[in-house]
């Protein structure tokens, strides 16, 4: 698996457009934000070892905690070690022999280099992040190569102690017109923070591309290539799918794991990485709530996480059920927020990690509610919780798609979400009722009837069309009523042109991917298509 990349492609286009343009003297910033295994450094790292230009200079730095002494080095080894990698000579990972090696070809950047690591020795450390970056300039003027600086994790810059940190940055990136920025953060609330209020640039501005997990389709393919083309039981494939959330993490723990156990059982495998004490899960996901158990508000963070977990995910339900006020419970999901733990849909709360949500609910909490320390007992009612769940997603997957929906739509009760950026309340209903179209080419939809509004909701299982959409907008005619939503749901990718149609005649689209963000608010099974 470790050579093997799926998916991606509208990211690398991206990456490779904004690189090429480089050279043509466009600079263009980028920021790569997403959930932290989502996949963001794999993506990284397949961008450059496809990626070959003599004219551009690649620097890649995983930023951590240090000191500003240990960044120093390790930038000044990395730039000019692959400065000389092409130089044909054999190359050792020691800094002053970079440095012997380069001055020959970047006198100037060389002794520039030097200069920083002698003030670094004597503490005099004023503006040494600029002239750390500066390096990119000299280097240009020196050979006409451009440089691409990649930050991972970025916000840990933060760490190393350098006074106006950001400002001092600003004015690089307003000047700094041949050298691009990639930067990289699994903490996409503060990352954002800091691109709107310390980086806001009127030149050298950042584009901001946001890594999701896969979609269905490359996670079945990466399933499949995970289990080397080997079949597993009917179904248990979607609820692999369903379970990860598309997270390439996750995906490829439990192939591996099927592969080494001889397919020896879903239930056996989950078991072992997210109960047993020794699980890798298990261990992650222990570490991960660390960082609440040390702040003074532990407890309050633990059980709205849990309530989350529970499926009680309505802001006013967990106000109710925790006893907390208003206030406070606004504190504590602000703090949540800034976290990256969980994120906000209108009006419910949802733990972006569905794997480490089901952890915190049939592990964690299980383990503290238990009157013993019967490991067994504990351990056959984990595995119940796992039977139960891919029993309930083969249900819910063999039921047809307007029961599914009819079932969802009952669940409504006046709350908002936000669905592809615009706000929807969703009624609660008096009346749900199946609608037969009149028009041919119309099949399956449903109609529901709140105090306030009239929904007329449309199936189209298979390639949606421009005439698809005119005619059920013909349909919807028939109805009269002040407030009405009209509502397609598609199982299949929809065209610019189509989706253009629908803006036309106000018709919301919910693809897969909408129909499933809904579906996990109410904490129901996700449709695998």
């Known amino acids: 698996m470790e050579n093997k990349f799926f998916g991606r492609q509208e990211y690398l286009d991206i990456l490779r457009k904004r690189v090429s343009g480089l050279k043509l003297g466009y600079r263009q910033n980028i920021a790569v934000l997403g959930d932290e295994l989502v996949g963001k450094t794999s993506l990284i790292c397949n961008f450059l070892n496809n990626f070959y230009d003599n004219e551009v200079l690649i620097v890649y730095l995983q930023?951590?905690?240090?000191?500003?002494?240990?960044?120093?080095?390790?930038?000044?080894?990395?730039?000019?070690?692959?400065f000389l990698i092409n130089s044909a000579a054999p190359l050792k990972e020691d800094l002053n022999f970079l440095l012997v090696k380069s001055e020959k070809y970047i006198p100037k950047a060389a002794a520039k280099a030097r200069l920083i690591l002698g003030l670094l020795e004597t503490r005099k450390r004023n503006?040494?992040?600029?002239e750390l970056l500066s390096l990119c300039e000299i280097i240009k003027q020196e050979t006409g190569k451009s440089s691409v600086v990649i930050f991972d994790e970025f916000h840990n810059l933060e760490s190393l102690g350098v006074k106006n940190l950001y400002p001092e940055w600003s004015k690089l990136l307003m000047t700094q017109k041949d050298t691009m920025y990639i930067i990289v953060s699994s903490l996409k609330f503060k990352a954002k923070t800091i691109l709107s209020k310390n980086l806001s640039l009127l030149f050298g501005n950042f584009?901001?591309?946001e890594v999701e997990p896969f979609d269905i389709k490359t996670s079945e393919e990466f399933l499949e290539a995970g289990i080397q083309g080997s079949s597993l039981d009917p179904g248990l494939d979607n609820f692999i799918v369903h379970f990860t959330g598309g997270y390439p993490f996750y995906l490829n723990l439990i192939s591996e794991s099927l592969l080494k156990s001889?397919?020896?059982?879903?239930?056996?495998?989950?078991?072992?990485?997210?109960?047993?004490?020794?699980?890798?899960?298990?261990?992650?996901?222990?570490?991960?709530?660390?960082r609440f158990l040390d702040s003074s508000n532990s407890q309050q963070y633990l059980s709205i996480l849990y309530q989350i977990a529970s499926g009680h995910n309505k802001i006013r339900d967990i106000a109710h059920l925790l006893r907390l006020s208003k206030k406070d419970l606004s504190l504590r999901i602000n703090n949540l927020l800034e976290f990256d733990a969980i994120s906000r849909h209108g009006d419910f709360l949802k733990i972006n990690d569905r794997v480490f949500s089901f952890w915190l609910k049939f592990v964690y909490q299980e383990k503290l509610n238990s009157f013993t320390?019967?490991?067994?007992?504990?351990?056959?009612?984990?595995r119940e919780y796992i039977e139960n769940g891919i029993n309930e997603f083969l249900l819910q997957?063999?039921?047809?798609?307007?029961?599914?929906?009819?079932?969802l739509l009952r669940l409504f009760s006046d709350d908002t979400i936000q669905i592809n950026r615009k706000r929807l309340r969703l009624?609660?209903?008096r009346e749900i009722k199946p609608l037969e179209f009149s028009n041919r080419s119309l099949k399956d939809g449903l109609l529901g009837r709140s105090s306030d509004s009239l929904w007329i909701m449309a199936f189209k299982p298979d390639t949606l069309t421009e005439d698809f959409v005119a005619d059920f907008a013909r349909e919807c005619k028939r109805y009269r009523h002040k407030v009405q939503h009209k509502v397609?749901?598609?199982?299949?990718?929809?065209?610019?042109?189509?989706?253009?149609?629908?803006?036309e005649e106000k018709i919301l689209m919910w693809d897969v991917d909408n129909l499933n963000q809904i579906l996990d608010l109410f904490s129901k099974p996700r449709v695998i298509a």
């Open 63 to 82: 930023v951590r905690p240090e000191t500003i002494s240990a960044f120093a080095k390790r930038f000044i080894g990395v730039l000019f070690y692959n």
């Open 127 to 130: 503006n040494i992040f600029s």
């Open 207 to 209: 584009e901001v591309m």
């Open 262 to 290: 001889g397919y020896s059982g879903l239930g056996d495998i989950l078991e072992n990485l997210l109960f047993e004490s020794s699980g890798i899960l298990n261990q992650k996901f222990s570490n991960y709530i660390k």
């Open 373 to 382: 320390f019967d490991a067994k007992n504990q351990k056959a009612l984990f």
């Open 397 to 407: 997957a063999n039921k047809p798609l307007a029961e599914r929906l009819t079932e």
């Open 427 to 429: 009624s609660h209903f």
């Open 488 to 503: 397609i749901v598609t199982l299949q990718e929809i065209d610019t042109n189509t989706r253009l149609r629908a803006m």
